[in-house]
Structure formats: C-alpha cells, structure tokens
C-alpha cells in the first residue's frame, strides 16, 4: 500500500513504518483488490528485509495473514521464490506462481513471546541459472554478531560440486567478535554427516593482513584453513563427521596468526545414519564410500544454507 485506505471492513497502513528496507512499485497486471496494485521488493540481497510490527509486552496469540502477488511489476514474468520467517523461525516458502499467478494469502495463528515486536523476513531462494543439481539455495537470516558483505569472484573458475555463482558472491562476516555461530536442526540420534563449506574471499588484503579460519563442528575441531586471495573462492569438504542432533553447533573462529575475522558465503550439510553401524566410535570405512554417497545425496536429497 502506498497510502491509508479503508475499505468498509479494514483500515489499511502503508507499510514504510514497519520496514526500512526494500522499495515500493506498482504491479502491472492490476487486480480488483487496490491492497494487491502496489507492492514491496526487496531488491538487496546482503542485508535482511524485514517488517517489525508492534505487539503486546505479553504474550498474546495473533492472526497473522500475509498477501502475496507479483503481477510482472517488472515485466520480466519470472515470479520469485523465498521464505518466509518470524522472530527467525521460518514460517513457510512463497512461490508467487501458485494460485496460477493471481493474488493469494497465507495465514497463521502465532502466539507471540512477549518481546513487543513480531520480526517479519522475506529471505530470497536461489535456483536455476548455473544451478547444476537442481538444488534449492536458502538465504538465511544474517547473524547479529555478522555484516554482509558482497562482492566478485572469478566467473570462469569451476569449483568442486559447482555451486552458483550468484551464491559465492556474498558472504556474512565476524563483525563485533571473532567467531561465526551457526546451528542446524538434525535428528536426535547419532549420524555420519558430510559438510561442505564455500568460502570466498571478498576484501583486497595487504600484504601483512591474513584470514586463517578454525572450522569446529559439534564440538570436535576440523581444522584451520586460509582463504584464498581476493576474488577467488574456496571449497572445503569434511566427511565422515560423527555428530548428534537435535541442534548441531557449527563454529567459525578467528585462526591463530589471522589478523581478519573468519568468512563464509554457503555451507551444505548432508547426514546418513545405518541403524547397523555402531556410532560410538569413529567410522573405519574408507573415505571413497562417503564420497559417493556424498555426491549421490547433492542430486537426490538437498538440505542447504545459503548465509
């Protein structure tokens, strides 16, 4: 909405005080329904675009009802995908296709916590282009203790698993401390995971500046690596990782001698879990095993973050 309207029934707000982010355009394919004729875009893909919309300082539940419609505002006719989150947790995936492309709502009852704000994010799915597996990128939520950060890295190069391009050229960085927190819902048993974490150097460093990065999973430390030089991304596999669910901690710390905080642009996690196998203790199986079934998973079974 661009204005204050009412319609008999409801009063309708524009919607620039509850969000900072994003632009305002009118759609061409007009509907019947003017609260449908104008609409926000969130152009801006490095930072997190939210509504924040008052509530109660005790917890109430509430209707929440979120229309949706594209109507080729950019003439383009290629509707988007994302997700939909509130207070970080995600609520559902819009496809602005469904309903044969005419306007639609999606509504839920959510009992808010009590923290006066209800947090409302719309968070970009990539696919398609120079998606080779098919696989669907989810842009998660920007931690707080990190800054976005976009930039180049070098077209022509080809990287183990082919991720896009479009995901290696942004990344969250430590920005207030020294580490990256990140955590992943799994089952609650024990399980062989496969990790993959994309790395892409974004700043031009000087010749006294270095980023080694101390990668943790579950507790157990996997290592340090260095980014590679500025423009350029890196690909780091980990397999076989014994972990356990339902919370599996992932942290990114500053590596002895670095003088720049740890990066990351995407991670990719895959788990299989044998009722046969006993994982008290470390698996004896030969790495070549997981490498196929790692690569199996890449085309069948897709659980991905895009950060």
């Keep these: ?42 152009p801006n893909k490095t930072q997190d675009n939210c509504y ?24 383009l006719s290629r509707p988007p995908t994302f997700n939909l989150f509130i207070n970080d947790v995600i609520w559902t995936t819009i496809n ?32 398609g282009g120079d998606e080779m597996y098919n696989r669907i990128w989810s842009k998660g939520l920007t ?45 609650e ?32 430390d996997q290592g340090t ?4 030089s500025a423009g350029e991304s890196m690909v780091i596999t980990m397999y076989p990782v014994i972990v356990s669910g339902p919370i599996l901690s992932i942290i990114l710390t500053r590596g002895e001698g670095s003088t720049l905080p740890p990066v990351l642009a995407a991670m990719e996690v895959f788990t299989k879990f044998d009722p046969n196998v006993n994982y008290t203790t470390q698996s004896s199986a030969p790495a070549g095993e997981y490498i196929s079934f790692a690569y199996l998973l890449i085309i069948s079974f897709i659980f991905l973050f895009v950060v």
């Design 225 to 228: 690596v260095e980014a590679p």
């Design 52 to 75: 924040i919309v008052p509530a109660e300082t005790e917890s109430i539940r509430y209707i929440i009802r979120a229309g949706f419609y594209y109507g080729n505002y950019d003439g």
């Design 143 to 187: 931690p707080s203790t990190c800054s976005s950060v976009i930039g180049y890295t070098d077209v022509n190069s080809r990287f183990e698993n082919y991720p896009p391009y479009l995901v290696l050229m942004s990344s969250i960085e430590s920005s207030s401390l020294d580490s990256i927190f990140l955590t992943v819902e799994l089952p």
């Design 96 to 127: 602005t296709a469904e309903n044969n492309g005419d306007p639609f709502y999606k509504e839920i009852v959510y009992e808010s916590n009590g923290s006066g704000a209800l947090r409302i994010c719309l968070l970009q799915i990539i696919g």
């Design 1 to 42: 909405m661009d204005q204050i309207r009412w319609d008999g029934i409801l009063t309708w707000d524009v919607d620039s005080g509850y969000t900072q982010a994003g632009l305002n355009r009118r759609v061409q394919k007009k509907t019947i329904r003017d609260e449908f004729n104008t609409l926000r875009i969130f």
């Design 189 to 220: 048993h024990q399980q062989s995971a496969y990790f993959v974490f994309y790395i892409t150097e974004l700043d031009y460093k000087s010749q006294s500046e270095t980023r080694f990065i101390n990668i943790q999973i579950d507790g157990q």
